[in-house]
T-cell receptor, first 117, second 109 residues
Framework: GAVVSQHPSRVICKSGTSVKIECRSL??????MFWYRQFPKQSLMLMAT?????????EQGVEKDKFLINHASLTLSTLTVTSAHPEDSSFYIC?????????????FGPGTRLTVL | GQNIDQPTEMTATEGAIVQINCTYQ??????LFWYQQHAGEAPTFLSY????GLEEKGRFSSFLSRSKGYSYLLLKELQMKDSASYLC??????????FGPGTRLSVLP
């Protein structure tokens, strides 16, 4: 099956620093990648959608200058949380879709737990 | 607007059957998905419905009624490992997924 990896799985940083999270599709080319944020005991909230080679589309309320998304290739997307603050602490999950999928479903990465001190 | 509702929590006994309901109102419909998510892990795909009716996959079945904006996930022969959150998600015409709040299922011995 399709595999999506994320790195790092866990990161702790100081307030004001920037953190980069990588999302890779390992065995397929991802035409579209999604970035979600999930707070404890809540569902996934879509932050942005990115297509390879074009600018990401951000959901309402998500600051594009704070959450920088780069989708440089069909297998890699990165999310950079700039000037992180404690309220940015959350579980960040990426997913990817492929035009060759059975249901065109999303394949999720294992997630990145970000803690901002 | 877009709205998906699920019960927040459910409890069932090992070996029993449980039905998790999902109602939705979304701008466009291009399929409904059910995912299972264990705490601290990413969601894993369970089932997909795009036409009305029942889809069965082993111990899991999912039903869809598009006219009623309603789906359910049926879990049979519950096992302790089925304790998890179950997410209902609707894909709209823009290919984006809208996730429901999730239902936390606790399976008791």
């Amino acid at each position: 099956g399709a595999v999506v990896s994320q790195h790092p799985s866990r990161v702790i940083c100081k307030s004001g620093t920037s953190v980069k999270i990588e999302c890779r599709s390992l065995d397929f080319q991802a035409t579209t990648m999604f970035w979600y944020r999930q707070f404890p005991k809540q569902s996934l909230m879509l932050m942005a959608t990115s297509n390879e080679g074009s600018k990401a589309t951000y959901e309402q309320g998500v600051e594009k200058d704070k959450f920088l998304i780069n989708h440089a290739s069909l297998t890699l997307s990165t999310l950079t949380v700039t000037s992180a603050h404690p309220e940015d602490s959350s579980f960040y999950i990426c997913s990817a879709t492929s035009s060759g999928g059975t249901y065109n479903e999303q394949f999720f990465g294992p997630g990145t737990r970000l803690t901002v001190l | 607007g877009q709205n998906i509702d699920q019960p927040t929590e459910m409890t069932a006994t090992e070996g029993a059957i449980v039905q998790i309901n999902c109602t939705y109102q979304t701008s466009g419909f291009n399929g409904l998905f059910w995912y299972q998510q264990h705490a601290g892990e990413a969601p894993t795909f369970l089932s997909y419905n795009v036409l009305d009716g029942l889809e069965e996959k082993g111990r899991f079945s999912s039903f869809l009624s598009r006219s009623k904006g309603y789906s359910y996930l049926l879990l049979k022969e519950l096992q302790m490992k089925d304790s998890a959150s179950y997410l209902c998600a609707v894909r709209n015409y823009g290919q984006n997924f809208v996730f429901g709040p999730g239902t936390r299922l606790s399976v008791l011995p």
